[in-house]
């Protein structure tokens, strides 16, 4: 029997799962690492805890599957996307803490170079808007603030990578520098028509081309561990962002279909096909995979949102209102409704599709009867608004009006939550049994790449439905809460910069 092996590295914890040759799970394991926050602006994570635990909970699931290295017939990576590592080629020390896409340090830059009239031109190449969640801005504070770095990089010594970048690196015992056309399209340095790194992107972030991975596909394989990793080599048949990797692991695979990952933030994919459609609505556009089933580039329209599942983590560890993140559900059940209190949680601004940085986390509508109850359930109602805010974005981009959405992700196990979303977009969610579409994803990328699986069919076979949430609210209902959310937003935009 051959097994594959899914290494899922997010932003709160590494995840490794064992699957067989079916599509079934025989082994997982998690560990969460530290959230480091040394300014209200910036988000790291220690790059050597990233391969620490990611390493480890490889061991662990195979472990726990009871198998050997030697059985695993191919390794999957999907990775936290954007969070940009710079290491020393010769040590493969890290330079830095890896800045984490979170992070807005660099929003002042962002705003100076939107000064100088780069964002439309920058949107047509990449696709992405001009903010500092993506990495060459985050790379380039990195070259300016290192001592020696500029000069390093230039000479050849350094090398750039977002996290998958990263793994393979520590994988292959620094003999592959690679990334995947999905990973490279995050970065604001990569031209998605062309599928190369883009000289006029690395002239304007100052980009020295020596640091750059070599782009591979997202499927097929590209080299193989070092022996000494986990006790055999094994071959490395799968590379994609995680959200891309929860698409096909839903099994998103025609054009129209669409998955939301509420995680720690919110990620809505819309499969697009061979075709980059341009948003006029400020969703991205991204591509998706590469080399799926011997096909070529798949493309997607994304709306990403900072805060989905982070806020119930917050209302966890910040204001102490719930000892477990599922506690939230009952906490918000407790009350009929929110009694008017309305949250916009953009802690650190709002993504799609309002691209603000200066916004701030706002709670509107407080009475004397407001409680824990009522913040709670503003807590998820915000969740399933700023989702409702990203599918309006993609019908108000011609999409094909959305039949359903399948949703996964560590706060889709949250059922009031699936069923407010239901009701706020008048489409049914589709919950599957397994929820980690992401290790599963990666897990079908190597599964194809390494020619275990003969086409992308064998995907579906894997995805079972676990539970389906009908819509229940009429179109007034939900044009009146619609017309609230957007009012509050209208609140919260641009606090920080007035
Ligand atoms: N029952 C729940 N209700 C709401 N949010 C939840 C629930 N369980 C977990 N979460 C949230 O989901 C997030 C973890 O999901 P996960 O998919 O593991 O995230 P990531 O991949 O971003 O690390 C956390 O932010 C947590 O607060
Ligand atoms: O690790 P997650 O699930 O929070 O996903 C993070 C995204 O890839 C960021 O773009």
């Known amino acids: 029997m051959a097994y594959l092996l899914a290494l899922d590295q997010g932003t709160t914890s590494s995840r490794a799962m064992v699957f067989d040759a079916g599509g079934r799970v025989r082994g997982v394991a998690q560990a969460e690492f530290v959230q480091h926050f040394p300014a209200p602006d910036r988000v790291e ?97 990195l070259l300016d603030t290192l001592p020696g770095a500029r000069a390093r990089a230039e000479r050849g010594e350094l090398a750039f990578g977002t996290i998958d970048s990263w793994l393979v690196w520590h994988l292959t015992g620094g003999r592959l520098h690679l990334t995947d056309p999905g990973n490279a399209a995050r970065t604001l340095l990569f031209n998605i028509h062309t599928l190369d790194w883009d000289p006029v992107l690395l002239e304007r972030f100052r980009i020295p081309a020596p640091l750059l991975p070599r782009v591979v596909a997202s499927s097929g394989v590209c080299g193989e561990t070092d022996a000494r990793v986990f006790g055999a080599a094994i071959p490395i048949a799968g590379i994609a962002g995680d959200q891309q990797a929860a698409t096909i692991g839903q099994g998103c695979l025609a054009p129209g279909m669409a998955k939301n990952t509420y ?108 409680g824990a109850a009522h913040i709670a359930r503003a807590a998820l109602e915000a969740i399933a608004a700023q989702t409702a805010d990203l599918v309006e974005a993609m019908a108000r981009d011609g999409a094909a009006p959305l039949c359903e959405l399948r949703v996964d992700g560590g706060a889709a196990a949250n059922d009031l939550l699936m069923q407010m979303q239901a009701d706020l977009l008048g489409v049914p969610v589709l919950r599957p049994r397994l929820l980690e ?27 079972r439905l676990d539970r389906r949430f009908e819509p229940r609210w009429g179109a007034d209902r939900r044009g009146a809460a619609r017309a609230r959310w957007a009012r509050a937003v209208t609140c919260a935009r641009g606090w920080a910069g007035s």
């Open 263 to 370: 995680g720690t933030g919110c990620f809505l994919l819309m499969n697009t096909g061979a075709h980059a459609v341009a948003s006029r609505n400020r969703l991205l556009t991204t591509v998706g995979w590469s080399g799926v089933g011997g096909s070529g580039v798949c493309y997607a329209l994304e709306g990403s949102v900072f805060m989905g599942g982070a806020i119930v983590q917050w209302l966890r560890d910040g204001l102490g209102i719930v000892r477990r993140s599922d506690e939230v559900e009952a906490l918000a059940a407790s009350v009929a409704d929110s009694g008017g209190v309305v949250m916009v949680p953009a802690f650190t601004g709002l993504g799609a599709p309002y691209w603000d940085a200066n916004a701030r986390g706002t709670l509107l509508g407080l009475t004397r009867g407001s």
């Open 45 to 141: 994570h220690d790059a050597q805890d990233i391969l620490r635990t990611q390493f480890d909970c490889a061991r662990e699931a195979l472990a726990n599957a009871g198998i050997r290295a030697g059985e695993v017939a191919a390794i999957g990576i999907a990775n936290q996307r954007e969070t940009t590592v710079l290491w020393e080629r010769a040590s493969g020390r890290a330079l830095a803490p890896a800045i984490v896409w979170q992070d807005r340090r660099t929003a002042a830059e962002c705003e100076r170079l939107r000064a100088q009239g780069w964002a439309d031109d920058l949107r047509a190449r990449t696709g992405l808007e001009l903010d500092p969640y993506f990495s060459a801005t985050k790379l380039a504070w």
């Open 437 to 463: 579409t992401t290790a599963y994803g990666a897990a079908c990328l190597a599964a194809l790449g390494c020619g275990l699986w003969a086409d992308a069919h064998e995907i579906e076979a894997g995805w």
